[in-house]
Every structure is written in C-alpha cells, then in structure tokens.
C-alpha cells in the first residue's frame, strides 16, 4: 500500500486529485519513518491516532505481521496512520521507546503511548486493539 501511495502521488501531478484520472482518491494510512524528526512530526504531532509498527527486515513474524496490520489500518478509514519504523535503521527510536524485541507495536495518541502489544496478532486481536485506539 505504501508503495502504492508514492508511485500515486509521481504519477498525479500536484495540485489534482486522481480522481481526474479516472480513478479514485487513494488515502495513504501507512509510511515509513524517514528520521527523528521525521517521527516527531508524522507521529508525536500527530493530530490522529498512530500505530507505530517497530520491525525488522530479518525478521519472519514481521513480514506476517506488517501486511496484516497495514491492512487493518486501511479498514479504519483514516480514522487512524501507521508508521513503520525498521529498528536497524533507526536504533534511537527503539532505544527511546523501549523495544526490546519485534515486531512490537505502539499505539500513539496525542505523542503519548496508550497501548503496546509485541508478535503476532490475528486479525480479531488486531481489529479490538485498533477500536479501542480510535474508541469506537
């Protein structure tokens, strides 16, 4: 999806929507966290609930889990983002949020941590953790 998004926002000029192109408005719920202040901006100043997901590329639960949380973030409407953060490119930020193994995933509001949960979660165990952030 993320990837979706980029290759979206290249192939739409600036300034219109890609509904002009015949197809519909793509909301990008997903990226990945550039740097620090790339994460204090996108998530600590986030005005909307934020999953963080803290992963690894050598890491195997991570490659189930990050597709399967991706897409229950896209099931909630822009109710609520997700930040990827890879923990060999950015050490600091799970050093700072006390990472200690992955996949550890932090739920975000207002730049407070409400929630957490590391490994594997099915898709129920997802949907209940994502409600309870957004409090529907």
């Known amino acids: 999806l993320t990837q979706r ?3 979206v926002r290249r192939l739409v000029p600036q300034g219109l929507s890609s509904r ?9 719920s997903a990226f990945n966290v550039q740097d620090g202040g790339d ?5 600590v100043n986030s005005p ?3 999953v963080v997901d803290f992963h690894a590329q050598w890491c195997g639960p991570c490659k189930i889990l990050g597709p399967r949380l991706e897409k229950m973030v896209a099931k909630q409407e822009g109710k609520v983002v997700m930040a990827k953060v890879d923990i060999d ?4 930020l799970a050093i700072e949020y006390e990472v200690s ?4 995933v932090l739920a975000m509001k ?3 941590v409400v929630d957490k949960f590391v490994g594997i979660k099915d898709e129920d165990q997802l949907e209940a953790f994502l409600k309870k952030l957004i409090g529907a």
């Not at 002009?20 to 990008?28: D, K, N, P, Q």
């Not at 490119?89 to 600091?92: A, V």
Request: glycine share 10%; net charge negative.
């Open 20 to 28: 002009a192109f015949g197809g519909s408005a793509i909301r990008c």
């Open 39 to 43: 994460f204090q901006e996108r998530v």
């Open 101 to 104: 193994a992955v996949p550890t």
């Open 110 to 112: 207002n730049g407070d």
């Open 89 to 92: 490119d950015h050490t600091d």
């Open 5 to 7: 998004c980029a290759v």
């Open 48 to 50: 909307k609930p934020v």
